[in-house]
């Protein structure tokens, strides 16, 4: 068992119950126990863990994400609550009607900010990251021309070779979808915290994604994954690795103008878009809001 700043990975064999609020894990050989109040995901990865019915309810009822992965140690899937308290009718309906023009608008930020964590992630790398600056100033409004998926073409090469494709089976490939889906994970589990459905995206529209708005808000901290992977020599998806990409979310950035952690960012950032959609608050004239700094 090991656990960071409110994440908690599972990667024996244990059994996973509920005590006075407080998650106990029995392995083998010792006994931990944890507020759950405290807590963000649980990641359970392995098979040989077995979790009670009352320690998930009271999990979910806390907004805590629990992860399982398969056999091939990638997320498989993750609890998601039925009917947050503060989903209604009317906060469904204003999501379905979000103001066109405000949607284009986060869009297009999300874009802006997202490619420039790309290029400051080559540029952190000590590599040239012309190519990616020059897509960047032709965004326009919504990214009609989709620079977003020209830079990605570019991008990935820059940082694992010229070879390298994303829809190669791979070692560094499997350590990207680990990391990216533990990201989706947080970033979903503070939409539906906010009473919002994570399948009506502001771009992604993929009727068999359930998680389209999810894949929507997590796309600037990407980067912050892709800059780990880059720098190890990753020769297959182990624990370390695996621990290595959880712990990224108690990594500290400055996220407008104070130094967080990842995940405190990832919360702040979301609940900031879903009040700008909602017509709640103005997003500033700049990214900077959507900006990440690693500190």
Excluded at 16 to 34: P, Q, V, Y
Excluded at 106 to 128: D, H
Excluded at 181 to 200: E, H, K, N, P, W
Excluded at 249 to 254: I, P, Q, R, S, V
Aim: net charge neutral; with cysteine.
């Amino acid at each position: 068992m090991l656990l960071g700043w409110r994440n908690l990975i599972i990667s024996q064999h244990a059994k996973i119950s509920l005590s006075s609020g407080n998650l106990l894990i029995h392995t083998d050989t010792e006994k931990f126990h944890t507020p759950i109040s405290s807590l963000n995901v649980v990641v359970i990865q392995t098979l040989q863990a077995v979790i009670t019915t009352a320690a998930v309810a009271s999990l979910s009822e806390n907004h805590v994400k629990i992860i399982f992965t398969g056999r091939d140690g990638q997320p498989i899937c993750d609890t998601s609550e039925c009917y947050p308290k503060n989903r209604t009718a009317r906060l469904i309906s204003s999501q379905v009607n979000w103001d066109v023009s405000r949607v284009a608008n986060l869009w297009t930020r999300i874009v802006i900010a997202k490619l420039k964590n790309q290029v400051s992630v080559v540029e952190l790398l000590n590599k040239n990251a012309d190519v990616l600056q020059d897509e960047l100033d032709k965004i326009e409004l919504n990214d009609i021309t989709n620079r977003e998926a020209v830079v990605a073409r570019k991008y990935f090469p820059l940082l694992f070779g010229t070879d390298f494709s994303r829809s190669d089976f791979t070692p560094v490939n499997a350590a990207l979808n680990y990391g990216y889906s533990i990201l989706l994970s947080m970033v979903d589990r503070v939409i539906v915290a906010q009473g919002y459905l994570t399948c009506f995206g502001i771009h992604h529209d993929n009727a068999g994604n359930a998680y389209n708005l999810g894949s929507d808000l997590m796309e600037p901290f990407r980067p912050i994954t892709d800059y780990w992977v880059a720098q190890q020599k990753i020769l297959d998806l182990t624990p370390g690795v695996k621990l290595g990409l959880v712990r990224l979310f108690d990594l500290e950035l400055t996220y407008e103008g104070k130094t967080e952690i990842l995940s405190n960012v990832i919360e702040k950032y979301v609940v900031d878009c879903l009040k700008y959609l909602a017509l709640n608050c103005q997003i500033k004239c700049n990214t900077k809001n959507l900006f990440l700094e690693v500190v």
